[in-house]
């Protein structure tokens, strides 16, 4: 594999682990931004919601990491 494919993937591994893992953590956040006011278990399945999202962006982030951090 050339060395620039092995730093692209790296850098692109980590890019996407890491804003999958803000977006899950600024999940209650994001929600509360929106300005609208919901029921508390309408405002939990937003939340939730936006947390699956988060995680579809972390999971093939960290698979890469996995491929490409390997000794």
Excluded at 30 to 55: A, H, M, N
Aim: hydrophobic share 50%; proline share 4%; glycine share 10%.
């Amino acid at each position: 594999m050339p060395d620039w494919l092995s730093i692209a993937g790296r850098i692109l591994s980590v890019l996407l682990s890491v804003s999958g893992c803000l977006v899950v953590i600024a999940a209650p956040r994001i929600v509360d931004r929106t300005g609208t006011s919901f029921g508390e278990g309408e405002r939990e399945r937003r939340i939730l919601s936006i947390k699956l999202r988060g995680l579809l962006f972390a999971i093939p982030g960290f698979l890469l990491v996995l491929v490409f951090f390997r000794t």
